[in-house]
């Protein structure tokens, strides 16, 4: 009984460890691994509460160079009211952990969405990574679109602009963002036409 | 008087040179290799003297971040060209993995200068990515005054190390594995693969070493993909770099089989312009018109019959390739013209068919199905046959899409290689398919009348030109004694056209008799001296190896991949290749011109040729220093096109 109990723990305990520095990559297609985790309010909520209702992920640090950019000239904003004036449900989600760039509070977070003047259904505060890993969120922002169905429709960058500096000079106005531009697509419960593409910004800062 | 002082003060920083910039977490300066005056060519070096503990990044950054962005300011009399990226590292960041470079680093630039030209100052905005594990873009104004800059032996150092020699791999993709075999030049203890583009395989993955033999290694990486067409980046031995760039064998064409059809239909459509078959399918139209506007049935039976015999010709067409294919042979469009013996029978129908025009013998019924009178079977079995000649003598036309489209089935499974020529026999059947579904239309068209008559007899002559050109083929493919022997085969057919048409009786037969036995005699006599594949390659110079040969070498080229019988290449030779003005283009831009010639079957082109999704000829491939890889020029070409095409 008490071999077993050290067992298990062991078991338990290397789980967590492995868990730990692995990223997952969640396949398009099929059911978008659910979650519980801690809103700014700190309410917990879950995917699978949505249920009925298309949702877009937004991996999200207000500190890094590539968010700043798109909160200051608004471009995120516009890109989540688009969607939630079509039924979307937006949830941010802040992956870095406790000391690390971009971690806050919920009260942060709150000051944070009145100061951007954003409308984020939700900020979850995944302190431990653990949503980021499930899905393989590399880089802030790293989007994902799932359908009224539960099934993840999209995952990769929020536009066609790419890394490098050239995004520091790139108008929004001439790229094609693929979150607004795929919104309907997404509504129709249906494969997308850029469902897959690379995301790029700053790494989330994970515990390590 | 500010703003005088202000100005004033910016001036002398930029012009106190190679003085750093103080970015935030780094130092950034210009720097320079030249050392005297006259030097055409040296290097400008952006020096990046990072704080401990932060990084920038390779032109593939990894999970995160990017790659700077130089925008210089200089003379017309200065060339900078693309940075020269040094062997990265890796830049681990749990659980993703980044590439780039730490400490003190210096990015070179190629520069070319007018001899003549005076020195001065070059000035550069660079901006940056820098991260430790927070990133922050940073940039700086730098400025140098070449005139007094001193050379720096850091930069020295730096381009002596810059990975330029390519390695020689092997890569190849199977059970979900990446794996890269390559010579070591060296001794060395630690390898890592440092990829250029991104989605080949997760970036954090481990990187296997397996020493095969003596000095062969492997690495071995966890693929994300099995279909890798090609494949570039730096392979890194200690700390020394090497490129690596591969073009996979046998890539998966990137077009879906939905636009290869919609590229054959519209290419058969197409193709009935092409000069290779308008006089044929001319003939056709003038049987149209003769039957008139009433008899709509007829019309439409008719046209039926046409669509039907290009149907059957195109299916047989693909069947063969299909079959031929099967027993591992590589073959392409227009493969049945590289047989001499197809060509001289071709040769043989179309001087039939011009005499038979310009004589107006009534057989000529049988045949082409021109005329107004008789309802009867041969008739029927005319227009299916002009069904069939029409594909046969289209086949060494290639029209615009079509390249691609066949190209593409011919690199597919069976299942998909048949609805792709069917598409393309559609396209070329299109307009009587149309004819068949509103036999009105023919109304649309003049009245019949004599003027049919001289039109008829005036299409003789792009016929008798066809032959004229097929006997050339002929020619080039075996020798000129063969030639004679065609041409007598040529004579014997004029003397039974004659025959037919003037006698009646037994004696009609009997010189009838008498020819063909003549004609057979010489036919089997013909001393068909086929050119050796080996030896009678007329290839200037082209071989299997040229293009990455001359990529190494850093030299230009055009390569024209070109038959005898392929009308639209010698079209091509005529309006653009063959001019002086484009000769001298390609002279004055050091462009090395090569012809590969596939008159005769080559597996080597036809391997060459596939590996750029293409079955057939004309292929034009361009590449010059600077350029990722070559590019395919437009099938038919202007002065213009091909001019603007290496620019």
């Known amino acids: 009984m008490k071999a077993l109990a050290i067992t298990a723990l062991l078991l338990i305990s290397f789980n967590a460890f492995s868990a730990e520095i692995k990223l997952h990559d969640p396949k398009l297609n099929e059911p978008a691994p659910n979650f519980v985790e801690q809103n700014s309010y700190g309410v917990y909520v879950q995917l699978s509460d949505f249920i009925g209702q298309p949702v877009i992920l937004e991996w999200t640090n207000h500190e890094c160079p590539y968010v700043a950019r798109h909160y200051s000239k608004k471009n995120m904003q516009a890109v989540q009211k688009a969607a939630q004036k079509k039924g979307f449900i937006w949830l941010s989600i802040i992956s870095s952990t406790p000391g690390d760039q971009g971690h806050v509070s919920g009260d942060q977070a709150n000051e944070l969405t009145m100061s951007r003047n954003a409308s984020p259904t939700h900020v979850l505060l995944d302190e431990s990574g653990k949503i980021g890993m499930q899905y393989g969120a590399k880089t802030t922002p790293h989007m994902f679109m799932i359908d009224a169905t539960g099934v993840l429709r999209y995952k990769g960058a929020i536009d066609d602009i790419g890394q490098g500096m050239k995004f520091f000079d790139a108008s929004f106005n001439d790229s094609v963002n693929y979150i607004s531009t795929q919104l309907d697509a997404v509504l129709k419960n249906s494969e997308l036409e850029i469902s897959n593409t690379v995301a790029y910004g700053c790494s989330v800062k994970y515990d390590y | ?647």
């Open chain 2, 1 to 647: 008087m500010r703003n005088t002082l202000i100005t004033f003060s910016f001036l002398l920083c930029s012009l106190a040179t190679a003085a750093p910039v103080n970015t935030g977490h780094a130092e950034a300066s210009l720097v320079t290799n030249l050392q005297d005056t006259q030097q055409e060519s040296f290097y400008l070096g952006v020096r990046l003297k990072m704080k401990e503990g932060w990084h920038t990044y390779w032109e593939n950054p990894g999970d995160s971040g990017g790659a700077f962005e130089a925008s210089w300011v200089q003379n017309e009399d200065i060339i900078i060209e693309n940075v020269e990226w040094p062997t990265p590292v890796t830049i681990p960041y749990p659980p993703l993995m980044t590439y780039g470079y730490e400490g003190d680093v210096i990015f070179p630039f190629k520069v070319f200068r007018a001899i003549d030209s005076d020195l001065s100052i070059v000035s550069l905005k660079f901006s940056f990515l820098i991260c430790s594990d927070i990133c922050i873009p940073e940039e700086a104004e730098l400025n140098i005054d070449l005139s007094t800059a001193k050379p720096s032996l850091m930069l020295e150092q730096t381009i002596k190390n810059l990975p330029i020699d390519f390695l020689d791999t092997k890569t190849s993709v199977s059970d979900e594995t990446i794996k890269i075999q390559f010579q070591a030049p060296k001794m060395f203890s630690e390898a890592y693969f440092f990829p250029r583009e991104d989605g080949l395989f997760t970036y954090t993955s481990v990187q296997d070493l397996n020493q095969i033999d003596n000095q062969t290694f492997e690495i071995s990486i966890p693929a994300l993909t099995s279909e890798i067409e090609s494949f570039s980046g730096i392979l890194r031995l200690d700390s020394q770099g090497y490129q690596v760039k591969e073009a996979l064998e046998i890539s998966t064409p990137t077009m879906s089989l939905f636009s290869a059809i919609i590229f054959a239909l519209l290419g058969g459509l197409i193709l009935n312009l092409m000069p290779c078959v308008f006089p044929v399918i001319s003939l056709k139209v003038l049987s149209f018109v003769a039957m008139g506007g009433n008899d709509h049935a007829k019309i439409r039976n008719h046209a039926l019959t046409f669509v039907s015999g290009v149907l059957f010709t195109f299916l047989l067409i693909a069947s063969t390739l299909i079959f031929i294919r099967s027993s591992g042979a590589m073959i392409g469009w227009g493969f049945q013209l590289q047989s001499p013996e197809i060509v001289g029978v071709l040769t043989l129908i179309m001087f039939g068919i011009g005499l038979i025009l310009l004589t107006d013998i009534n057989m000529a019924k049988g045949l082409t199905s021109i005329g107004s009178n008789a309802q009867s079977r041969n008739d029927y079995s005319g227009s299916f046959f002009t069904g069939v000649l029409a594909v046969v003598v289209a086949s060494p036309c290639t029209a615009p899409f079509m390249g691609a489209a066949i190209g593409y089935a011919l690199l597919q499974p069976s299942f998909a290689t048949l609805p792709i020529f069917l598409a393309l026999g559609i396209g070329f059947a299109g307009p009587y398919l149309a004819l068949a579904l509103k036999p009105q239309w023919i109304s649309a068209l003049p009245k019949p009348g004599a003027w049919m008559e001289t039109l008829k007899q005036f299409f003789a002559f792009p016929m008798m030109a066809t032959a004229l050109w097929l006997m050339w083929v002929f020619m080039l493919q075996t020798s000129g004694d063969a030639l004679i022997q065609l041409l007598v085969l040529s004579l014997a057919l004029a003397i039974s056209i004659w025959m037919i048409a003037t006698f009646n009786n037994a004696i009609k037969w009997i010189g009838l008799t008498l020819t063909v036995v003549a004609g057979i005699q010489f036919f089997t006599n013909i001393p068909v001296t086929q050119i050796n594949l080996e030896q009678g390659t007329t290839n200037s110079g082209w071989n299997v190896s040229l293009e990455s040969d001359l990529q190494e070498k850093n030299q230009a080229y055009l390569i024209n991949f070109t038959a005898a019988w392929c009308i639209t290449c010698q079209a091509n030779e005529k309006t653009s290749l063959g001019r002086a003005s484009v000769k001298k283009y390609l002279e004055d831009n050091n462009i090395r011109y090569i012809k590969a010639d596939w008159t005769n079957r080559d597996e080597n082109i036809t391997k060459s040729l596939s590996k750029y999704g293409r079955s057939g000829v004309p292929l034009y491939v361009f590449w010059k220093p600077g350029m990722q890889s070559s590019k395919i020029l437009p099938a038919v070409l202007t002065e213009a096109i091909l001019i603007r095409g290496m620019q």
